[in-house]
């Protein structure tokens, strides 16, 4: 079992507006106003970074929360039109980057090696990747759960070696992303364990490493999955905006 502080990160994906993202936040700092047990993040698109910034510094109840993006550049600087750098995240206040999440595989073509790349660029600048994996339906079906989401994370500790202890893993079933459907506790608890053996397998770091459940965790599910042993917090979309929904699913966090 994981000794680290559970964290529970909401990904806003593309959803949000100046004045949406104020009151969600100001919703959230009445449910934060007590430190909760856990770590909370929200990872919002990358034009709101410097707004929720400066929310947080004007809000000592948003202290404690986390700043984080959904997604980063595998280059340092240059000419890349349309790209955000890992170095211009750490000046907006990231403490963590998503890489890798099923709709940059899908839809933007995002290979294994890239989001490994990713994770290295992210580490390199002092922020944190959430490493997504997650097989689809199809694979799923053809039995192929294991190989797929092992392939994904083996990328990113081959590229990564030593540092890999430093990273966050998000398993999130393709098939349960947005959909309503969920993975069981158990079917979760199942995957999460292939991935903290193959963590084990390559540093002797692997129990402080954070596996993270995603896909439709929401209020109702959300005691269920977290309790399971190797389930270390969720990686929450849609739940993630609505303020009473995400500060229920931070409430059904045990130490
Ligand atoms: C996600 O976007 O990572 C996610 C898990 O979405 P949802 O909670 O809406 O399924």
């Known amino acids: 079992m994981s000794k680290m502080k559970k964290l529970i990160a909401g990904n806003w994906k593309m959803n949000g ?3 949406a993202n104020e009151a969600l936040l100001r919703e959230l700092s009445q449910g934060l106003a007590i430190a909760p047990v856990c770590e909370v993040l929200v990872c919002v698109p990358a034009p709101y970074l410097a707004q929720i910034s400066a929310l947080k510094a004007g809000c000592a ?3 404690a929360l986390e700043l984080g993006a959904q997604d980063v550049s595998a280059q340092a600087s240059g000419a890349y039109t ?3 750098s890992a170095a ?3 000046d907006m206040g990231c403490r963590y980057v998503i890489v890798g999440h099923s709709e940059r595989r899908q839809y933007h073509f995002e290979t294994d090696a890239l989001v490994a790349d990713k994770a290295k660029v992210a580490l390199a600048t002092g922020i944190t990747p959430i490493v997504c994996v997650g097989e689809t339906l199809a694979e799923r079906e053809a039995g192929r759960t294991e190989e797929v989401v092992k392939r994904q994370l083996a990328a990113v500790i081959h ?3 030593h540092c890999i202890s430093e990273i966050v893993v998000a398993y999130e ?3 349960a992303i947005g959909t309503g459907k969920t993975a069981s506790p158990e079917e979760a ?3 999460h364990a292939v991935l903290r053996a193959q963590l ?3 540093t002797d770091k692997a129990e402080r490493i954070r596996i993270l459940y995603g896909g439709s965790m929401n209020a109702a599910n959300a005691e269920s999955l977290l309790t399971q042993p190797d389930i270390d917090g969720g990686l929450i979309g849609g739940a993630s905006l609505k303020a009473p929904d995400f500060l229920k699913i931070i409430a059904a966090v045990q130490v």
Do not use: D
Request: aromatic content about 4%.
């Open 200 to 202: 084990k397998a390559a």
């Open 17 to 19: 507006s100046l004045a």
């Open 82 to 84: 349309g790209e955000v």
């Open 189 to 191: 608890q199942a995957v």
């Open 159 to 161: 590229a990564n070696g």
């Open 173 to 175: 079933p393709v098939w």
């Open 88 to 90: 211009m995240l750490k």
């Open 61 to 63: 109840a948003l202290s």
